[in-house]
């Protein structure tokens, strides 16, 4: 089963995040206010893509807002938010990542890795074939957005309550470091 480590995260969160969005954004305090120079957390953007949006200013937590019209993505989209500098995460690497995920359906947070207030490390062999394709060839203190498809997600069956049936998703994905495979 795939993205089985982010699970029970995921229900968790869910019900403290459900009641942070009512206009389908969300925007975390960030883990570090103190230091604007952490990792992931050093560069801006304000991206819109087929109605999901993701800013962030230095210093700041990201926003993911995906409004009621999105076009929802019928292949997977990664659009570049920041660079990044190192060696490009691949398919078999363990990556840690701050990230923010948002339902279509919904347009609510269903998971934060900001709001529980650290970062999330895992195999990209692990996840969702849409974190797979999407987060590999990122480097360290790179972000891209994520919009994929329920196809590369969850598919027909969901991960209820937080993650509808058939819903695509929308995501912010920092990532702080990656552990390449041996």
Do not use: H
């Not at 699970?7 to 960030?30: D, E, T």
């Not at 989209?77 to 995460?89: D, H, I, K």
């Not at 998703?169 to 495979?181: C, D, G, H, R, T």
Request: one cysteine or more; proline letters at 9%.
């Amino acid at each position: 089963m795939r993205f089985r480590s982010l699970a029970i995260p995921f229900a968790a969160a869910a019900v403290v995040l459900a009641a942070c969005s009512s206009q389908g954004g969300y925007s975390a305090p960030s883990p570090n206010a103190e230091s604007p120079s952490a990792p992931g957390f050093n560069c801006s953007f304000n991206e819109t893509k087929d109605g999901v949006t993701a800013v962030q200013e230095p210093g700041q937590a990201p926003e993911l807002t995906v409004t009621r019209d999105a076009k929802v993505p019928k292949d997977l989209v990664v659009v570049p938010l920041c660079e990044g500098e190192g060696t490009a995460s691949k398919p078999s690497d363990m990556v840690t990542v701050d990230y923010i995920g948002v339902g279509y359906k919904t347009q609510q947070v269903f998971d934060s890795s900001l709001e529980r207030g650290e970062p999330a490390t895992f195999s990209l062999q692990g996840v969702i074939e849409g974190w797979t394709r999407g987060v590999s060839g990122v480097k360290p203190g790179g972000a891209v957005l994520l919009l994929v498809p329920s196809e590369l997600a969850y598919r027909e069956r969901g991960n209820p309550p937080v993650i509808l049936q058939n819903e695509a998703l929308a995501f912010i994905v920092e990532v702080l470091a990656v552990n390449p495979s041996e």
